[in-house]
């Protein structure tokens, strides 16, 4: 049986989640719950990354220690885990003191192969990023994600030699078996590479946040070396080692550079197995401004799924933008794509169905078990509906064109009721052909669930619950 490792990023844990966070973990279920419905096993891992200098000073603002602050901020990430109806298998958190073991141990490793070098070094540190930048990477001293200016620090770190893996890792990416997906993201980060790779610093010294350095514990290992290391503890840690390597880590661009070089390097050093695919998803923005909690726009999922329900949560994110892309989100967006798509398109088309079978007395309890398949036989159609086609866009992470697709179905089959009005047949006596129409447009509303259940679950399994008991009822209800 085919076996698939599926990760989102763990989600660092100063700020509260937002839209934002759940957008790779929608994703990454997407895939998980394809997989499974395939048939294959799945092993899907999301998480919180919780030490750093970052997390200390919040703690610090709030005078609580690092851990209660970790302990705290990690609840809320797995609530929003329930909010978008993840279905993880495992919650890796970096505080867990099994990861901490592993994340010694393998640095350990490292360190006795030789990878790891003690030097001085001076630069310009970014707190929010937790990391350091070049002079280059400054605008006006500041950094131009956080715009917060960064501070000189100096220090002796150890080092690892990243520089030595230049070559191997640019190689493996240019032939594809570290696949970076979009082309355009593969292309970016080939671009650095070929810009040179020095080596790292992967501990701190002013950091006390952190897991030690096993032969050095003033100095605690860098916060992202430790995080990136939850994609190998988290099967060790849960018996699920059968699953390494990743096939696939879903992540924002902003920490492409982490999971596209700095971890396939170390697993290299390690001589550990690398990681098949890298998808690198677009970052969005609402009402064109980036979200923020200083200008007030931050989206809170539990909000949007108390209003329009977790389904259409999930739907909204995934067909407002072209996974890979960047996009812009809008509340009156939401609740257009509601009322449109969700009510009047697929919720509509359900109850007009089942509402029919039912005042015709159709006997669907006699159809066979094909029907759930739309089996050639029972539709005349199956060349103009297009389950493979939508099977092949999920496969290859573009979720928006699968979902327009599924819904060209949903206005195609809305379209012949219309055009072939039912109950014209029943008031013309055409028992037998208005038979067959229903029983044809039934099966078709179970394959429609059987499309979208991976991107919306709850919605399939009500329609698949209201067409085996024909009590059929609005499952999305319009909002005025």
């Known amino acids: 049986m085919a076996k698939k490792y599926i990760t989102t990023p763990i989600y660092y844990i100063n700020a509260n989640p937002h839209l934002g966070h759940a957008y790779a973990s929608i994703a990454a279920d997407i895939l998980a719950r394809y997989y499974r419905k395939k048939g294959e096993k799945v092993y899907f891992l999301t998480g919180t990354d919780e030490h750093g200098a970052k997390n200390a000073l919040v703690a610090e603002k709030e005078g609580i220690s690092p851990q209660e602050f970790a302990d705290r901020q990690s609840k809320k990430f797995a609530k929003i885990s329930k909010v978008v109806n993840l279905s993880n298998d495992d919650f890796i958190r970096t505080t867990d003191p099994r990861h901490e073991k592993i994340v010694r141990e393998f640095i350990q490793k490292l360190y006795d192969k030789k990878f790891i070098y003690k030097k001085e070094y001076e630069g310009w540190y970014c707190i929010g990023c937790e990391e350091f930048k070049t002079e280059k990477d400054l605008v006006d001293g500041c950094c131009p994600v956080?715009?917060?200016?960064?501070?000189?620090?100096?220090?002796?770190?150890?080092?690892?030699?990243?520089?030595?893996?230049?070559?191997?890792?640019?190689?493996?990416?240019?032939?594809?078996?570290?696949?970076?997906?979009?082309?355009?993201?593969?292309?970016?980060?080939?671009?650095?590479?070929?810009?040179?790779?020095?080596?790292?610093?992967?501990?701190?010294?002013?950091?006390?946040?952190?897991?030690?350095?096993?032969?050095?514990?003033?100095?605690?290992?860098?916060?992202?070396?430790?995080?990136?290391?939850?994609?190998?503890?988290?099967?060790?840690?849960?018996?699920?080692?059968?699953?390494?390597?990743?096939?696939?880590?879903?992540?924002?661009?902003?920490?492409?550079?982490?999971?596209?070089?700095?971890?396939?390097?170390?697993?290299?050093?390690?001589?550990?197995?690398?990681?098949?695919?890298?998808?690198?998803?677009?970052?969005?923005?609402?009402?064109?401004?980036?979200m923020s909690k200083s200008i007030g726009n931050v989206i809170d999922p539990k909000e949007m799924k108390d209003e329009f329900g977790t389904d259409a949560v999930r739907y909204y994110v995934m067909r407002e933008i072209s996974f890979g892309e960047d996009g812009d989100v809008s509340v009156a967006r939401i609740k257009e794509r509601y009322n449109n798509d969700l009510a009047a398109g697929l919720g509509n088309l359900v109850q007009r169905v089942l509402s029919m079978v039912v005042r015709y007395k159709v006997k669907v309890e006699k159809l066979p078990p094909a029907c759930k398949r739309l089996s050639a036989a029972m539709a005349g159609r199956a060349s103009s509906f297009q389950q493979e086609k939508i099977h092949n866009l999920t496969e290859s992470f573009k979720f928006q064109e699968a979902l327009v697709e599924i819904w060209k179905e949903i206005a195609r089959i809305n379209k012949e009721i219309a055009d072939t009005q039912p109950w014209q047949l029943a008031k013309d006596g055409e028992d037998k052909e208005l038979e067959e129409f229903l029983k044809t447009k039934y099966c078709e509303i179970l394959a429609i669930a059987d499309l979208v259940e991976p991107y919306l679950p709850e919605t399939a399994e009500k329609i698949k619950n209201q067409a085996k008991t024909l009590k059929p009822v609005p499952i999305f209800q319009k909002i005025e």
């Open 146 to 290: 956080h715009k917060t200016k960064a501070v000189k620090q100096k220090e002796e770190n150890w080092f690892f030699k990243l520089s030595k893996f230049q070559g191997k890792i640019k190689d493996l990416i240019e032939k594809d078996k570290i696949k970076i997906l979009p082309k355009e993201r593969k292309n970016e980060i080939l671009g650095k590479i070929n810009l040179g790779l020095e080596d790292i610093s992967i501990s701190r010294t002013g950091v006390s946040w952190g897991v030690k350095v096993p032969w050095d514990e003033k100095q605690t290992v860098y916060v992202w070396v430790d995080a990136l290391l939850n994609y190998y503890s988290a099967p060790i840690i849960f018996g699920k080692y059968e699953f390494w390597p990743p096939d696939i880590h879903f992540v924002g661009k902003e920490i492409m550079w982490f999971h596209a070089i700095i971890w396939p390097a170390i697993l290299l050093a390690a001589e550990e197995s690398l990681p098949k695919i890298i998808f690198v998803h677009g970052l969005f923005s609402v009402d064109g401004h980036k």
